[in-house]
């Protein structure tokens, strides 16, 4: 049983903030870079955020700098984004997605079923 498992996904007015989760199991997240993507209603799907595995450096899409933080909590086998100051734009389903490559978010071993997060007044 390898999976990802988002959480913390939901309705939140502009401006406001959420704490998204991506739990792990079946093997050790903190060997693998993890990061967050999203899909929005007709849009395709874009990268978000992504932290690499032991240095755990972060990188972000330009359009969530200064918002958004990835961190990890190795303990818990969970990544988790901090996201601050949502957006209408924000509005999406964001999963996270694990790769054994380590230092970057690409070639993804394994996908999370995505949690909702709908930004509204």
């Known amino acids: 049983q390898l999976q990802l498992v988002e959480s913390g996904g939901g309705l939140v007015q502009p401006g406001g903030s959420l704490r998204l989760s991506c739990a792990a199991s079946?093997?050790?997240?903190?060997?693998?870079?993890v990061g967050w993507f999203r899909q929005a209603p007709g849009k395709e799907r874009e990268g978000v955020s992504c932290?690499?595995?032991?240095?755990?450096?972060?990188d972000y899409a330009d359009s969530v700098k200064g918002r958004f933080t990835i961190s990890r909590d190795d303990a818990k086998n969970t990544v988790y984004l901090q996201m601050n100051s949502l957006k209408l734009e924000d509005t999406a389903r964001y999963y996270c997605?694990?790769?054994?490559?380590?230092?970057?978010?690409?070639?993804?071993?394994?996908w999370g079923q995505g949690t909702r997060v709908t930004v509204s007044s």
């Open positions: 997605a694990a790769s054994s490559y380590g230092t970057h978010c690409v070639g993804q071993d394994y």
């Open positions: 079946g093997f050790t997240l903190s060997y693998y870079a």
């Open positions: 932290i690499s595995a032991g240095d755990g450096n972060t």
